[in-house]
């Protein structure tokens, strides 16, 4: 199992205020899923989240990555759990203005002592893969925001890590945009193998996912499989 999330809580305190942002929370996600987690803002999906990509941990419960009781791991540790493992996909893109989108791939890379030309060839090659080739020396206001996105895409995939999160990847594109981007999600899933995490509030979006998780006041209330199917996507906005 790839992930193991076996009755998770996360509570708050905010002086005498507890917050239980997640309530008992158990699932099971196995190597090469595609799955998406659903929520209203403040259900508890994006805590989830953060638990699982190893930026939180649970107030009580376990968790295991790839067999790795995540609760006993050091803070090196979880950080190169992080680097090495997880890409990280966000809504609002954070790539560096005055840098090219080679040099925006290439940044997970600058601490792992490899060579200068290896970094390069191995952004490129990410860059490659979601479809920006010849793209590489353009700057972020040169590109489309579908193209920033996976620049970012880029960035999280050069240090070929198994699982992918991605947080509202879409929730800044337009609707020509947001296909483009789960089309790419879509592809490194079925033909990377990569496991996919996808958190939206978007029915839309998450129809691409073979699984889609509800998570509601802090716990899951449904989780189903079936055929992803990707349906017209609505304007944005």
């Given at each position: ?18 917050v239980q942002a997640l309530r008992g929370v158990s699932l099971d996600i196995t190597r090469g899923e ?26 009580k419960g376990g968790y295991w990555l790839d067999g790795l009781d995540v609760a006993r791991a050091g ?107 789960m089309k790419t999600l879509e592809r490194l899933n079925q033909e990377d193998g990569i496991t996919v ?41």
């Amino acid at each position: 199992m790839l992930i193991s999330c076996q009755d998770i809580w996360k509570i708050y305190r905010l002086g005498d205020v507890e917050v239980q942002a997640l309530r008992g929370v158990s699932l099971d996600i196995t190597r090469g899923e595609f799955v998406a987690v659903m929520g209203a803002s403040g259900s508890g999906k994006s805590t989830l989240m953060n638990i699982v990509g190893c930026l939180d941990l649970p107030t009580k419960g376990g968790y295991w990555l790839d067999g790795l009781d995540v609760a006993r791991a050091g803070q090196d540790e979880l950080a190169e759990i992080r680097n090495r493992k997880i890409g990280f996909v966000f809504q609002n893109f954070n790539l560096i203005p005055r840098t090219s989108a080679l040099e925006n791939a290439q940044l997970p890379l600058f601490y792992r002592g490899l060579s200068l030309r290896e970094q390069r060839a191995r952004a490129a090659s990410a860059l490659a893969r979601v479809g920006l080739s010849g793209r590489e020396q353009h700057y972020p206001a040169q590109l489309s925001g579908g193209q920033q996105q996976r620049v970012a895409i880029a960035r999280a995939l050069v240090s070929a890590p198994s699982i992918l999160l991605a947080d509202e990847p879409t929730g800044n594109l337009d609707t020509e945009s947001s296909r483009e981007i789960m089309k790419t999600l879509e592809r490194l899933n079925q033909e990377d193998g990569i496991t996919v995490i996808l958190v939206t509030h978007e029915k839309d979006i998450a129809a691409y996912a073979l699984r889609q998780i509800l998570v509601k006041d802090g716990q899951v209330v449904s989780d189903r499989s079936g055929t992803p199917h990707a349906l017209p996507l609505t304007p944005h906005g």
